[in-house]
């Protein structure tokens, strides 16, 4: 049986928290109550509000969404061949040695070389197994391709072979014909089977010695054909992001400048591009590039957010007199991207493969700089790139003192009680000031691998940023991708190994924010009975860890309703009419809930329900068991424009229902 009492009232009018408490009755049958002011539109939500944060982090870009196959495929992550083994039989012996004599090109130092005795009487077998292991598939056709030459001695041939752990060979080939100088080789290698951890094997046939550089492998079927891991970029796509800030946070900072991400050096001819220590601590080939990111956000209809370097890392900053470079590296960025085939830089680009331009708008100067030095270098970046590109949307890390900004980038990583008291933390934000980007937020305590409870701690804080779409007009969860085998962040939104991916239950409140977007914020009143408060204060997300009246009684002077368990945003599609109502309820139990349309006559029989929940908050998804917590939608009779619904416990709802016009 329900109980009644007095109720606790959460008022959401645009852009302005109300907070009261009072006392009133509610029907004997309901919970929890939320009046919509339907006829009384408020403020516009930015169309841009849901987009996604890509970070080289975690294998996200190699051994990740970039499917090259080969690790330390061009043999410069260090002075020894990493991630290469030498396995022989017989009599036959071999030395592997990294050689910088006679280099590729001049960007690209080291090679391989590979010294071959005893071929008569047994094998040599260069292997490398991948990132964990090589995913090839039966119906797919792979690119294996390799700069290679010989020295005086050596006739070849080179077999080359993809195998299973249990030696099976599942496609080979031949390649003959070296040089004593460099020759670029290609093969194309159809599996005979699917298998999820094979491995290349090269395979000298005669004695000599061989030097090989640029050794490939990389899957046919690409994404769009521009590259990517199809399934990877289709769980981007799924998120239907508005936008891409990329390539990263700490990534583009670099831990010392000499390893700060500068993206000249990530376009191009791949035996051109020059591989960088990450700051996660790993070498990155940069086969993800500056113009892939690019090619990326058109791909998925995005509009691309390009992070770049302010001239400071985590432990240096680069002197005043010395910037010039720095700040000239943004002007030629946008250029490249946006800049007619007749300038320097668009010409690039169009050299390229992409004579269009890809109209970057949104740049971010610096990722959580701060202080005098970069008050001082944003102005440098401020009057350099105002002054040739006007329109160009600059983001800046923190409130600015000597120039404008068009945006703030605010970073929150907590535990869900923190989200969850923080739920209205930007209704009573100073509307003076800059507008907000929430670059990077997630649930990071608490969460296991990233389960129900951190997803209903971000929906109940995403909940307030939709109520406040005039000021927070972007905001992307962070991280976005982690390889299961190398996480260095916990967790992440989409976790993946070389054969599968899945995402956490915070993909889901992701997307299902992210697919069920209103453009005009709809007012609403939450009111809860005392015994649902009280009942909050027994279980569920918040226990024990309530701060919310310490919070806002400082900023008004209220007290403030604790505990609260039900969170929600209402908003319209203009264009439709249709009502949509996001509601979070984190409580450990289900709330049965008046609600009250206000403003509509009748509402259309035929409503939808999608839910997100799971018997447990900590419940999690998994490689073997991807959709454990995942959303389900149904239709539902609505009636009238006054109806109750029970929201289950631990779950984010919405509600899509249809006004007769
Ligand atoms: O998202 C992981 C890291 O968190 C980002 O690189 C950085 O911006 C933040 O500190």
Redesign the pocket.
């Known amino acids: 049986m329900k109980k009644r009492g007095s109720i606790f009232r959460m008022a959401y009018p645009a852009g302005i928290l109300l907070a009261v408490s009072c006392a009133i009755e509610t029907a004997a049958s309901t919970d929890a109550r939320i009046s919509i002011q339907a006829d009384q539109p408020g403020t516009k939500i930015s169309p841009l509000l849901w987009g996604i944060?890509f970070?080289d982090?975690n294998h996200s870009a190699d051994g990740g969404i970039y499917p090259e196959q080969v690790r330390n495929r061009s043999f410069e992550d260090s002075d020894q061949p990493d991630h290469w083994a030498l396995e022989t039989t017989g009599s036959a012996a071999g030395e592997m040695a990294i050689d910088s004599s006679k280099p590729l090109n001049p960007l690209n130092r080291r090679g391989l070389r590979l010294k071959i005795t005893g071929a008569d009487a047994g094998k040599v077998r260069l292997v490398n197994r991948g990132y964990w292991g090589m995913a090839v598939s039966k119906n797919s056709s792979y690119r294996f391709s390799m700069a290679a030459r010989c020295g005086e001695g050596f006739t070849g041939p080179l077999n080359v072979a993809l195998e299973s752990q249990s030696g099976q060979t599942l496609a080979e080939g031949t390649i003959g014909g070296l040089r004593e100088s460099w020759q670029t080789f290609t093969l194309d290698l159809a599996p005979l089977a699917t298998n999820p951890r094979a491995a290349l094997v090269i395979s000298p046939q005669k004695n000599g010695t061989v030097w090989l550089d640029m050794v490939s492998l990389l899957p046919k079927n690409t994404w769009k054909g521009h590259g990517l891991r199809p399934d990877l970029a289709g769980m981007l796509a799924g998120l239907k992001p508005s936008f891409v800030r990329f390539p990263?946070?700490?990534?583009?900072?670099g831990d010392e400048l000499k390893y700060s991400y500068h993206w000249k050096d990530t376009i191009g001819d791949i035996a051109h591009r020059q591989p960088l220590w990450n700051?996660?601590q790993y070498h990155a080939t940069q086969g993800l590039g500056f113009h892939d990111y690019l090619q990326l956000c058109e791909d998925l209809g995005a509009e691309p957010l390009f992070v770049i370097n302010v001239g400071m890392s985590h432990r240096e900053v680069v002197p005043m007199d010395q910037m010039g470079q720095w700040v000239q590296d943004a002007l030629d960025a946008i250029e490249y991207a946006n800049g007619p085939v007749q300038s320097v830089w668009g010409g690039l680009r169009a050299r390229n493969g992409h004579p269009a331009p890809f109209n970057l708008k949104y740049l971010e100067i610096g990722?959580?700089n701060s202080g005098p030095v970069y008050q001082e270098r944003y102005a440098l970046f401020y009057d350099a790139i105002k002054a040739r590109y006007p329109t160009m949307k600059l983001i800046a890390d923190v409130p600015t003192e000597k120039r404008p900004s068009d945006l703030v980038d605010e970073?929150y990583?907590s535990s869900p009680e923190f989200f969850i008291n923080h739920a209205e933390h930007y209704d009573t934000y100073d509307r003076q000031g800059p507008r907000v980007y929430v670059?990077?937020y997630?649930v990071t305590q608490n969460c296991g691998q990233g389960n129900l409870r951190g997803a209903l701690g971000e929906a109940a804080f995403m909940t307030g940023i939709e109520r406040n779409a005039d000021l927070v007009v972007m905001a992307s969860y962070?991280?976005l991708f982690a390889n299961v085998n190398y996480k260095k962040?916990n967790p992440d939104l989409i976790d993946f190994d070389s054969a599968g991916v899945y995402g956490i239950p915070s993909y889901y409140v992701q997307k299902m924010f992210s697919e069920n977007r209103g453009d005009v914020v709809l007012p609403a009143d939450i009111e809860i009975s005392s015994a649902e408060h009280e009942d909050a204060h027994h279980g569920g997300i918040g226990l024990g860890t309530w701060e919310i009246q310490a919070e806002f009684k400082l900023i008004h002077d209220v007290t403030y309703p604790s505990r609260k368990p039900l969170f929600a945003a209402a908003s319209r599609v203009s264009g439709t009419g249709e009502i949509l109502l996001k509601t979070v309820n984190v409580s450990p139990s289900p709330l049965q809930t008046e609600i009250d349309l206000r403003g509509v006559q009748s509402l259309q029989p035929a409503a939808t329900e999608i839910v997100l929940t799971s018997p447990d908050p900590a419940d999690e998804n998994s490689l073997a068991a991807p959709n454990h917590v995942a959303p389900v939608q149904r239709t539902f009779t609505a009636g009238a424009p006054r109806f109750e619904h029970t929201f289950p416990a631990y779950s984010l709802t919405i509600l899509r229902l249809r006004a007769e016009r």
């Open positions: 944060f970070e982090i990263g946070g700490c990534w583009v900072e700051i996660w990722n959580e970073h990583y670059g990077e997630a962070a991280p962040w």
